[in-house]
């Protein structure tokens, strides 16, 4: 058999969804397990969305789009940005399938092999492999509990120092973390870059609409105009509207990466789902309430979550701000002499002992931290965190 390319080789499939397949399929089974580990909303996509969508079929919405996407969802994502402060014009948005292929068409528009891109650790699994894809190399910045899992403008400094760096990728609130910068954190990092005029930066506000305690979390080129030319912004709809399995997201950024954006998506996907963006365009629409409630359910479950986890000895663990994901420190219990060996072996014990999947910090390049996803019911987690507290003391 021919041999697989070297591109491909150099790419671990995604660990989150491994995770959630195997507690899955453990549940399949019988099994009664509880699991942290998958990054979608447990909620519906809102009845009006699906309607729209069903309504489009029935209209005949059902051919090819324009590669970048249909001109009126271009247009309401530009109008959409207006809540962030922030000017955006249709011909700057690109429509997707998910925020995923936002991501992936910028990397590969953007970056040559031998470029190198900061990518500040926890990050999102999905960074370091498609910096791969496009041949460039990631250059990881690592942040922890210390410094609340963000980059730090001295770090950043240091990190661009080196001259193969082309790129930056920030992500606020974060996956896995829910740390989100601040604006002024957010000027302080554009300072910096101001004296590195060549480097681009992805923004990925995925979880944008899903920060606790302000109704949106800051947009970068909002808060740092001089940046607009050389940000790419990416967001979408699985997480804010629930509708993950719609695969429909957006990049907005300079027209000319945009358009070379849309270039490489009419050689591959074409365009994203007809009446998927239909649906999105009644989902631009719907009442703010509706997510604002859905918001404070999650803001409850992080209450709930972070007190049961602080609870536990020996566990640190940050409160996040935003997104739905919770990155409490294990490593009192891992490393060399430790209970485990590494933080695989612990979630091994979690999966096995106490019946609950999380995802170990390994795979978002911080060995030692977990990641819990929140998106169910209260009473599930309080379940859960009782049977990993149970686990932990069953140690001593
Ligand atoms: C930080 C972050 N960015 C982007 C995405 C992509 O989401 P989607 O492709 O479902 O739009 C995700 C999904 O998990 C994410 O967590």
Same mark, same amino acid.
């Given at each position: 058999?021919? $041999?697989?390319?070297?591109?491909? $080789?150099? +790419?671990?499939?995604?660990?989150?969804? &491994?995770?959630?397949?195997?507690?899955?399929?453990?549940?399949?089974?019988?099994?009664?397990?509880?699991?942290?580990?998958?990054?979608?909303?447990?909620?519906?996509?809102?009845?009006?969305?699906?309607?729209?969508?069903?309504? &489009?079929?029935?209209?005949?919405?059902?051919?090819?789009?324009?590669?970048? *996407?249909?001109?009126?969802?271009? %247009? &309401?994502?530009?109008?959409?940005?207006?809540?962030?402060?922030? !000017?955006?014009?249709?011909?700057?948005?690109?429509?997707?399938?998910?925020?995923?292929?936002?991501?992936?068409?910028?990397? $590969?528009?953007?970056?040559?092999?031998?470029?190198? +891109?900061?990518?500040?650790?926890?990050?999102?699994?999905?960074?370091?492999?498609?910096?791969?894809?496009?041949?460039?190399?990631?250059?990881?910045?690592?942040?922890? +509990?210390?410094?609340?899992?963000?980059?730090?403008?001295?770090?950043? %400094?240091?990190?661009?120092?080196?001259?193969?760096?082309?790129?930056?990728?920030?992500?606020?609130?974060?996956?896995?973390?829910?740390?989100?910068?601040?604006?002024?954190?957010?000027?302080?990092?554009?300072?910096?870059?101001?004296?590195?005029?060549? #480097?681009? #930066?992805?923004?990925?506000?995925?979880?944008?609409?899903?920060?606790?305690?302000?109704?949106?979390?800051?947009?970068?080129? &909002?808060?740092?105009?001089?940046?607009?030319?050389?940000?790419?912004?990416?967001?979408?709809?699985?997480?804010?509207?629930?509708?993950?399995?719609?695969?429909?997201?957006?990049?907005?950024?300079?027209?000319?990466?945009?358009?070379?954006?849309?270039?490489?998506?009419?050689? !591959?996907? !074409?365009?994203?789902?007809?009446?998927?963006?239909?649906?999105?365009?009644?989902?631009?629409?719907?009442?703010?309430?509706?997510?604002?409630?859905?918001?404070?359910?999650?803001?409850?479950?992080?209450?709930?979550?972070?007190?049961?986890?602080?609870?536990?000895?020996?566990?640190?663990?940050?409160?996040? !701000?935003?997104?739905?994901?919770?990155?409490?420190?294990?490593?009192?219990? #891992?490393?060399? *002499?430790? %209970?485990?060996?590494?933080?695989?072996?612990?979630?091994?014990?979690?999966?096995?002992?106490?019946? #609950?999947?999380? +995802?170990?910090?390994?795979?978002?390049?911080?060995?030692?931290?977990?990641?819990?996803?929140?998106?169910?019911?209260?009473?599930?987690?309080?379940?859960?965190?009782?049977?990993?507290?149970?686990?932990?003391?069953?140690?001593?």
């Amino acid at each position: 058999m021919k $041999q697989l390319s070297k591109r491909i $080789q150099r +790419v671990e499939p995604s660990p989150t969804l &491994a995770i959630s397949a195997r507690a899955k399929a453990m549940k399949a089974e019988g099994i009664d397990i509880i699991s942290f580990g998958a990054g979608e909303p447990d909620f519906d996509t809102p009845e009006a969305v699906r309607e729209a969508a069903k309504r &489009a079929i029935d209209e005949g919405k059902t051919r090819y789009t324009p590669a970048p *996407g249909i001109a009126e969802l271009r %247009d &309401a994502v530009a109008k959409d940005y207006e809540r962030r402060q922030r !000017s955006v014009e249709a011909h700057e948005v690109i429509i997707t399938v998910g925020g995923k292929q936002a991501l992936y068409n910028a990397t $590969q528009v953007l970056f040559d092999p031998g470029d190198e +891109v900061i990518v500040p650790a926890p990050y999102w699994v999905s960074y370091p492999a498609q910096l791969h894809l496009a041949g460039a190399t990631p250059k990881i910045v690592t942040t922890g +509990v210390d410094d609340a899992y963000k980059m730090s403008p001295e770090k950043l %400094d240091e990190a661009l120092a080196d001259s193969d760096v082309q790129g930056l990728i920030l992500c606020s609130p974060s996956n896995p973390t829910g740390a989100t910068y601040s604006v002024e954190e957010l000027r302080a990092l554009g300072e910096v870059l101001s004296n590195y005029r060549d #480097v681009a #930066v992805l923004y990925d506000a995925m979880y944008d609409r899903l920060c606790y305690d302000q109704a949106v979390a800051p947009d970068l080129v &909002a808060t740092v105009p001089e940046l607009a030319n050389r940000v790419i912004t990416f967001n979408g709809f699985s997480k804010t509207y629930a509708m993950t399995g719609w695969r429909l997201g957006y990049a907005i950024g300079a027209a000319e990466v945009i358009a070379a954006m849309a270039t490489l998506q009419s050689q !591959s996907t !074409s365009n994203a789902t007809s009446f998927a963006q239909y649906g999105a365009l009644e989902a631009l629409k719907l009442d703010d309430e509706i997510i604002d409630e859905r918001r404070d359910a999650f803001e409850q479950r992080r209450d709930l979550i972070v007190s049961g986890l602080r609870a536990i000895d020996g566990v640190s663990c940050p409160s996040p !701000s935003g997104a739905f994901y919770v990155f409490p420190d294990f490593s009192e219990f #891992v490393g060399e *002499g430790k %209970d485990f060996a590494d933080d695989l072996k612990l979630t091994e014990y979690l999966l096995t002992e106490a019946e #609950v999947a999380v +995802v170990p910090g390994s795979a978002f390049g911080s060995p030692g931290g977990l990641r819990l996803a929140y998106a169910m019911d209260e009473s599930t987690i309080a379940e859960g965190i009782e049977r990993i507290t149970a686990a932990m003391e069953a140690l001593k």
